[in-house]
């Protein structure tokens, strides 16, 4: 019923952007906030970025603060992860969360991002 789907991964180079986006049906989208994580491979799942249900409140890990800006469209019932001056080490799976309180989260099945020349 509920899917979240990812897109917007591949491979880009050092330096370069790209921008994610997660399309949410099943739900109304407008009452979840919304979280990037990403996982790389031999480290643990962190958390990239979150963003609240109108968008006023945004958070992001201290790695990726100041490149990545997560936002979202409510109309669209979409969420956005815009990726700037990209790093090898941002290579990862990025996963799409929503979530709201007293549910069970919803995940998306992620999007392979590669950095690299």
């Known amino acids: 019923q509920v899917q979240l789907v990812e897109s917007g991964g591949g491979l880009v180079q050092p330096g370069g952007s790209l921008r994610l986006s997660c399309a949410a049906s099943?739900?109304?989208?407008?009452?979840?906030?919304m979280y990037w994580y990403r996982q790389a491979p031999g480290k643990e799942r962190e958390l990239v970025a979150f963003i609240s249900i109108i968008g006023g409140l945004t958070n992001y890990g201290d790695s990726v603060k100041g490149r990545f800006t997560i936002s979202r469209d409510n109309e669209k019932n979409t969420v956005y992860l815009q990726m700037n001056s990209l790093k090898p080490e941002d290579t990862a799976v990025y996963y799409c969360?929503?979530?709201?309180?007293?549910?069970?989260?919803?995940w998306g099945k992620g999007t392979l991002v590669t950095v690299s020349s």
């Open positions: 969360k929503a979530a709201r309180a007293g549910e069970m989260d919803y």
């Open positions: 099943g739900l109304t989208f407008s009452r979840y906030g």
